[in-house]
């Protein structure tokens, strides 16, 4: 049984028999979109299993290190709180050469205010060591996709703004 099989919607599952049916391959955006239908059913297990699917069907065959599905994955673990193994998936992705887009920041930033604001009630038996290293990895997960999307992705400098501005406009009006 496949991942599509086993998650998709009805909807998606038509789509894709459709697809399939006309002698259409799969792209990588409708992996993407099943993956997402079944990351808001709160479903990892179909997630898992689409991008699984995704791997092997795909041609070219989907990078380990997709941001796209490495985000829906993440927020995958986040939603059934598997926070260590979230962790741990960004930083082996990290290391394995993913250059983060901004769904994975904003992902990582959105679980650390979360783990903050959690933390604060969960001083007793539901913290765990295990949240502890999750914290930690986050914090690492987080500063290192920072600088690696901030590298990625330069940001022009308020300086250089107004220069271009100044030049647009003295070459309008020189014309």
């Known amino acids: 049984m496949t991942g599509v099989q086993t998650c998709a919607l009805p909807i998606s599952r038509l789509a894709y028999r459709e697809l399939r049916e006309k002698g259409l391959k ?9 993956a997402i239908s079944c990351l ?21 065959p ?3 290190v997709d941001p796209v599905f ?3 994955l993440y927020r995958a673990l986040v939603t059934r709180a598997r926070f260590f193994h979230a962790q741990l998936l960004v930083r082996s992705k990290l290391r394995a050469g993913l250059v983060p887009d901004a769904a994975i920041v904003r992902s990582l930033v959105r679980t650390k205010r979360w783990l ?9 038996s539901d913290w765990t060591p ?3 290293k999750a914290v930690r990895y986050l914090w ?10 901030n590298r990625a ?3 022009t400098g308020l300086k250089e703004l107004t220069d271009r501005k100044s030049t647009r406009l003295n070459s309008s009006h020189n014309s």
């Open 62 to 64: 989907l990078s380990p």
């Open 40 to 60: 808001r059913r709160r479903d990892l297990e179909g997630v898992e299993s689409i991008i699984a699917e995704a791997g092997r069907r795909l041609d070219p």
């Open 140 to 149: 690492t997960n987080l500063s290192r996709a920072k600088k690696l999307f």
């Open 130 to 132: 295990l949240m502890t």
């Open 26 to 34: 799969p792209d990588r955006q409708l992996y993407a979109a099943l």
């Open 70 to 72: 490495v985000a829906i």
């Open 153 to 155: 992705n330069p940001r």
């Open 116 to 124: 903050r604001w959690k933390s604060k009630r969960w001083r007793g």
